[in-house]
């Protein structure tokens, strides 16, 4: 199968990641933190280590900073609800997944905060001024993805970060699009919070996600629970990362987490980034050209391995399995948990196909991708 499907979950993963899940199952299955013995002191090193080196890959002078989670949702559902008081002004935009939106609709309906949301174009692209007069006097943060799951886009989160840090605002970062293949610096960029999860480009398995909180920045633990420190407390620790980690963390699929992160870096991302956009240049250029045939977003340079199209009336969900019975391509139909951007690109009331690539792609497979969408568009035109 050719799977197109990257930015719902990476597949496959790098050897190693399957490796190292095996392997901490089998040798290293204590519970990390909640023993002295060797075996719960091994599962504890190699949740450490992961630290070490997301730390590395985000520019975290402290890996204490980082907690982990289940996915990118629950980090953003913690950085939203964790950060936000009630009277709170928070801007966010169009481009936003459900997992930044609905947490923020949900305050909103309870009267807890004041929301805009700023609007992108037809092509995904966002006005930083848009942004910047949004701000009021009671604006708290601003919660943005650094890249959209439906269009690829972009965003220039070092030049937002740099709006945030001038009116002392927090800027809250959803990575799920971007970690792995787009540089993120959280000091450069000025990122208060960093949500990213591990199944996507960080190539790591299901199950796995962090959030990076700066110093200074406070925020209410959602979970409380066990954490292997300070037992005696009567609420949880205040000290990062028990702050946000209770309960038994996913040992084996964090050290598996952290065997993509070393694939990343002996890669190299900008090994990793070539790859995927010249694939998907090709693919663009090669599908654009077909009669029928509409692609979504930004031009290629702006935008992540993403490509939303659809063909003439063909129903999104019908193209998709006629891609995956008839072609043995994998793609995602619908509205991909983003109505938002539906709205933006003008296809909220049909969905769209979604190709997304990854770094095991070949451009074998890209060319068999366009022919097949040919021969759909002409098979359906004739008719």
Request: proline letters at 4%; aromatic letters at 6%.
């Amino acid at each position: 199968m050719s799977y197109f499907d990257n930015a719902a979950t990476s597949y496959p993963k790098p050897d190693e990641v399957y490796s190292v899940l095996i392997e901490t199952m089998r040798n290293k299955g204590g519970n990390p933190g909640r023993g002295s013995h060797r075996i719960a002191i091994e599962a504890f090193r190699a949740v450490y280590e992961t630290r070490v080196k997301l730390a590395k890959l985000f520019n975290i002078d402290d890996p204490l900073r980082i907690a982990f989670t289940q996915n990118a949702t629950m980090s953003l559902n913690f950085a939203i609800k964790g950060v936000l008081e009630k009277g709170d002004h928070v801007i966010t935009t169009s481009l936003e997944h459900n997992s930044v939106l609905r947490p923020l609709f949900s305050m909103e309906e309870q009267k807890k905060i004041d929301l805009t949301i700023v609007e992108a174009d037809y092509q995904g692209l966002i006005s930083l001024d848009d942004i910047e007069k949004s701000i009021q006097e009671n604006t708290k943060a601003i919660v943005i993805t650094h890249a959209s799951n439906l269009t690829g886009t972009i965003i220039p989160i070092e030049k937002i970060g740099e709006i945030a840090k001038k009116h002392g605002i927090i800027l809250i970062v959803d990575a799920s699009q971007s970690a792995g293949i787009l540089e993120i610096d959280v000091d450069k960029m000025n990122i208060g919070i960093l949500c990213f999860t591990g199944h996507k480009s960080l190539f790591g398995p299901q199950g796995t996600g962090g959030i990076y909180l700066r110093k200074g920045v406070e925020i209410k633990p959602l979970m409380e629970g066990g954490s292997g420190s300070h037992s005696k407390l009567k609420r949880q620790p205040q000290e990062m990362p028990d702050l946000l980690e209770c309960g038994t963390l996913n040992a084996p699929g964090i050290a598996a987490l952290g065997a993509g992160v070393d694939f990343i870096l002996k890669t190299g991302m900008e090994n990793i980034r070539k790859h995927e956009d010249e694939i998907t240049e090709v693919f663009i250029k090669g599908v654009k050209g077909i009669e029928g045939v509409r692609v979504y977003g930004p031009e290629t340079g702006k935008r992540t391995p993403v490509v939303a199209l659809n063909i003439g009336d063909i129903d999104p969900a019908e193209l998709s399995a006629i891609l995956d019975e008839e072609y043995d391509i994998a793609v995602r139909p619908g509205m991909h948990c983003a109505p938002l951007v539906h709205k933006s690109i003008g296809t909220y009331e049909t969905g769209a196909v979604r190709f997304s690539f990854g770094y095991f792609n070949t451009a074998k497979e890209i060319t068999e991708a366009i022919t097949a969408v040919k021969e759909i568009s002409d098979f359906y035109r004739d008719k």
